[in-house]
């Protein structure tokens, strides 16, 4: 619809979206700000996947992904990610990119349909079908089938150009009042585990959610009513546990998530890490039993923009009675002995201190933990997590036209 006055379209709400990824999957930087920074990250992702080969390897490793990746940034990619995973006792690998188009019709409805027809009419030999996602029963149109890859000589084991047939699935989301669609593809080159990367296929898609700000503003004012507190996540500088109470529900906004399992794999990796932390600065006070939880949470930034389903694995405690001269002692001691087991030092400030751990199998994109001390209260407040694992697309709301 055109403005009358100004000849313009009037803007669309902002409409924030996300969708878990599996914490194995290894992100590609598409949203490297730069070129130095695209290249860090990429040496860092090789230097991370194959750091039990040669520097030769994984120098030919980085070149091959910052080529790839540079080509998704062109592309205007949302997302690409890609796992390797032994299933069966055989190594297998596959690939997840999420990209948007513009929708074939107003509604989601319409769009759906009309993507259908035309699937349907370019790949006569795939399965194309419409599913409802969970979120608002939302129409998916889905497209199984297969493509040839080339793989150049450089990349071949005989040194000559080769076709590498793979599996793909493809995914067309319309959003609701953007005009666009969120394209989901996955691709795999490994047969046996084909099954096993479709079901987590459809396990991603039925994590997707989105919200806008009018949303958010609208939950914020009913939550203020009703007198319920603001969710606080790792890192606030309070005692308090953080609060997942579920927020009211207005026109279009979604109910907050049911806690969901956490899966014994990264509860043990977050278990044990927690451990090095408690270590590290001494059990000098009682643990609250009341505080000491470990569940899959949203985080922060995910929170502030709607996103309520769990993105991290966090295990929260508190040690108490604690005078101000310990919780300074408790904080230099953390410092010194996990950044002495490879952590990062991010954030620092007085009575707080924030740290990164590299990623493993677990969690590919690694850990987090928060100390914040309590003079007052005589509190040190710990929280370790797995890094956010959501991918999205936040501000979803370009005109097409």
């Not at 000559?160 to 795999?188: C, D, H, K, M, R």
Request: proline share 8%; net charge negative.
């Amino acid at each position: 619809m055109t403005d009358p006055v100004t000849g313009s379209k009037p803007d669309k709400p902002e409409l924030h979206v996300g969708w878990l990824m599996p914490a194995f999957f290894h992100p590609l930087p598409v949203d490297a700000a730069d070129p130095d920074e695209l290249a860090d990250r990429i040496v860092e992702l090789a230097m991370r996947l194959l750091a039990d080969r040669s520097t030769d390897e994984q120098h030919f490793f980085a070149q091959m992904m910052l080529r790839q990746t540079g080509q998704l940034i062109q592309a205007g990619a949302e997302y690409a990610g890609m796992c390797f995973v032994e299933h069966e006792g055989e190594p297998t690998m596959a690939s997840v990119l999420v990209d948007r188009v513009p929708s074939l019709g107003e509604s989601v409805e319409a769009a759906a349909e009309a993507t259908e027809a035309l699937l349907r009419r370019r790949y006569p030999d795939d399965e194309v079908r419409t599913v409802a996602l969970p979120l608002d029963g939302t129409p998916a149109v889905t497209r199984t089938g297969g493509l040839e890859v080339t793989v150049p000589p450089e990349l071949a084991p005989d040194g000559q150009e080769q076709l590498l047939p793979q599996g793909i699935v493809q995914a067309y989301v319309p959003l609701p009042g953007q005009g666009e669609t969120l394209v989901f593809e996955l691709n795999s080159p490994s047969p046996g585990a084909w099954e096993m990367y479709t079901d987590m296929f459809d396990a991603v898609l039925g994590t997707l959610d989105w919200a806008t700000d009018e949303e958010l503003a609208e939950r914020r004012e009913l939550e203020r009513i009703a007198g319920i507190p603001a969710q606080r996540g790792p890192g606030d500088a309070t005692g308090e546990k953080a609060d997942e109470t579920t927020g009211g529900q207005g026109p279009g906004a979604h109910a907050e998530a049911e806690p969901e399992p956490v899966e014994p794999e990264l509860a043990e990796a977050v278990h044990q890490r927690s451990s090095l932390v408690l270590d590290a600065v001494g059990l000098r006070g009682p643990l609250r039993e009341e505080a000491g939880e470990l569940a899959s949470v949203a985080c922060p930034g995910c929170r502030a923009k709607g996103l309520t389903s769990g993105c991290t694995v966090r295990h929260h405690w508190e040690m108490s009675q604690l005078p101000p001269g310990t919780l300074q002692e408790m904080l230099a001691a953390a410092r010194a002995q996990l950044i002495g087991h490879g952590w990062t030092e991010e954030a620092v400030a007085e009575g707080h201190a924030v740290f990164s751990c590299p990623g493993d199998t677990v969690s590919a994109q690694g850990y987090t933990c928060s100390l914040t001390s309590d003079a007052e209260q005589e509190l040190l407040v710990v929280d370790v997590a797995t890094v956010c694992r959501r991918g999205t697309a936040t501000a979803v709301a370009d005109d097409f036209g």
